[in-house]
């Protein structure tokens, strides 16, 4: 079984960057799609970025329309890491963010699949 954990949150002032990284343990998870979520106070959790198993598509990314052209996701397997780079920080984007390992190798959408494993979080604070 899989554990993650998401480290690099923290307090960032809009227009600022910060880089959040998933980190997996107990065994690799190369063969997996990996997804970033987040939630905000009263809201429910949604969709950010996703990346391909480069087994399946030599990690293939996609972004949620809020976010393309400011934050980027990436992996390195060598390191069992995936990454979201965040710049161009909003106040909107403050919110516990989570990192989801898929039981599936292709992005299957913005709405995680049944079976796969969660990290714990990481508060992204944006204000000034």
């Not at 554990?3 to 980190?23: I, W, Y």
């Not at 009263?42 to 969709?47: A, D, I, P, T, V």
């Amino acid at each position: 079984q899989v554990e993650l954990v998401e480290t690099g949150g923290g307090l960032a002032q809009p227009g600022g960057s910060l880089r959040l990284t998933c980190t997996a343990s107990g065994r690799t998870f190369n063969s997996n799609a990996i997804y970033w979520f987040r939630q905000a106070p009263g809201k429910e959790r949604e969709f950010v970025a996703a990346v391909t198993s480069t087994f399946a598509a030599t990690g293939v990314t996609y972004l949620d329309a809020s976010v393309r052209g400011r934050f980027v996701i990436s992996r390195d397997n060598a390191k069992n890491e995936v990454y979201l780079q965040m710049n161009s920080l909003k106040p909107e984007d403050t919110a516990v963010y989570y990192c989801y390992a898929a039981p599936t190798k292709l992005y299957t959408g913005t709405l995680p699949s049944s079976g796969g494993t969660w990290g714990q979080g990481t508060q992204v604070t944006v204000s000034s």
